[in-house]
């Protein structure tokens, strides 16, 4: 959709839209990175040896790991979240000025 063809309550709504995706986006890299630290904190208590060990022998767990990667494409999907919500909102500011413009350039006439 271009700016022009966009109305005040479309604009609005897209941006808005963009900013819950956003939101869910965060909350699930929020919850990832939760039970990517926990996963880790088991498998730390799990091992033996020294505490160096230990912090490596977890670190390489395949849960871990599993869990590593899910954070990891959650923070990916929050960044293209935030990619979006950004564009949008410039969108919107866009089409306020070409608004603003549209009225002052009324004005003049």
């Known amino acids: 959709m271009q700016v022009s063809d966009m109305t005040n309550s479309a604009a609005a709504q897209a941006y808005e ?7 869910v ?4 890299a929020l919850e990832a990175k939760y039970l990517h630290e926990r996963a880790l904190d088991q498998a730390f208590i799990l091992e ?6 230990r912090k490596a022998k977890a670190r390489t767990a395949p849960a871990v790991m599993e869990r ?3 954070y990891i494409k959650a923070q990916t999907d ?3 979240a935030r990619a979006k919500a ?3 909102g410039a969108r919107f500011e866009e089409w ?3 608004q ?3 009225r002052a350039e009324m004005q003049m006439l």
Do not use: F
């Open 86 to 88: 950004d564009g949008a």
């Open 96 to 98: 306020r000025t070409a």
């Open 25 to 28: 986006a965060k909350n699930a």
């Open 78 to 80: 929050e960044n293209l």
């Open 68 to 70: 590593q990667l899910k």
């Open 48 to 53: 033996e040896g020294s505490v160096d060990l």
């Open 100 to 102: 603003s413009t549209r």
């Open 17 to 23: 839209r963009a900013l819950v995706d956003l939101a």
